[in-house]
């Protein structure tokens, strides 16, 4: 039977397949390519271009394919970008879900498991975040994102939708050389991109309650994300009970300074970030459980903050 990976040309989809693959359940792959890329996608893995926003096309999809379940990746994923446009990201993340799931009742596909985000919490006011921390979002993409947990939710109630939404934070890393994060918005290919050109990184504040006054974010490695989603698909094929929500978070976080220590040490280019201003609404510390997710989806941390900002780097500059 075959997983369909929406969005698995992209960098987290494309960990998510090659995890399909290691554990002998055959992945499929849609993507439009507008974030993604072709050649992240393994050789022998069947690919079809186009958008979960086609319902004709992913009826050919489930027509032709013996689908099993669906991962469900695909999705508009700058928040920032998503204040300025709001409505390609209702598109994309809302619409584009409501159409894969339309197309998956018809098919008598009943399984998803969906790529959510931290940022349904928005700015929380606790230490620690846990699943059941009330819900926040201040972009579209966070609205987006919990929305999509709801249409689930809701599916599940009136047809029997197997699901279950995994929330994770900053993801970074690589767990092969012929995938890197390609986002201009996220901090380790902004960091490695200014390094190769000359530049000297940025931090923005260096005064918060911290131990070294720069903030404190929840970084996991993406090889790790995969494992959990291969494992959640598992257990809805199993028909085994499963949440409808897990964060996948390493329960302590890093600084900021910690990574730019570390970037400094693993590229060999020694440098001393550039101290900017606060962020407007930058809280000082977003640290999540994954307690749940380790219990129940062979959760683990099991790479360390050098091992993440290696991989990430071989990867870059194998591209």
């Not at 690919?47 to 489930?62: H, K, M, P, Q, Y």
């Not at 027509?63 to 709001?86: M, R, T």
């Not at 490695?192 to 131990?211: E, H, M």
């Not at 959760?299 to 194998?318: C, I, N, P």
Request: glycine share 10%.
């Amino acid at each position: 039977m075959t997983w369909l990976v929406t969005g698995g040309a992209g960098y987290i989809g494309a960990h998510v397949v090659r995890a399909l693959s290691e554990a002998a359940m055959e992945p499929l792959v849609v993507d439009d390519l507008s974030s993604g890329h072709r050649g992240f996608v393994p050789d022998g893995v069947t690919f079809v271009r186009g958008s979960i926003l086609d319902g004709e096309l992913l009826t050919r999809v489930f027509q032709e394919h013996d689908v099993e379940g669906v991962i469900h990746v695909a999705g508009f994923k700058y928040a920032g970008v998503s204040v300025q446009q709001p409505l390609h990201t209702y598109s994309q993340n809302v619409t584009g879900t409501q159409t894969l799931l339309a197309t998956m009742a018809d098919a008598g596909v009943s399984r998803i498991v969906f790529s959510s985000s931290a940022a349904v919490y928005g700015t929380p006011d606790v230490d620690l975040v846990t699943e059941e921390t009330p819900k926040h979002p201040e972009s579209p993409y966070g609205e987006s994102k919990l929305i999509g947990e709801w249409l689930l939710a809701d599916q599940g109630r009136a047809t029997g939708l197997a699901h279950t939404s995994l929330r994770y934070f900053n993801v970074v890393g690589s767990g092969t050389p012929e995938v890197h994060d390609t986002s201009p918005h996220n901090l380790f290919p902004l960091v490695f991109d200014a390094l190769i050109d000359g530049r000297t990184p940025r931090i923005n504040g260096d005064d918060y309650p911290t131990p070294d006054g720069t903030c404190v974010r929840d970084y996991i490695h993406v090889a790790d994300l995969a494992v959990s989603h291969v494992a959640a698909a598992r257990r809805l094929s199993a028909g085994e009970t499963i949440r409808p929500v897990y964060n996948l978070g390493s329960g302590e976080g890093v600084s900021v300074g910690e990574i730019m220590r570390t970037m400094a040490e693993v590229t060999g280019i020694a440098f001393t970030p550039e101290i900017a201003a606060r962020r407007p609404g930058d809280p000082a510390r977003i640290v999540a459980s994954g307690e749940l997710a380790a219990r129940d989806l062979e959760w683990s941390m099991r790479h360390t903050l050098t091992d993440m900002v290696a991989s990430a780097w071989d990867a870059r500059r194998a591209s």
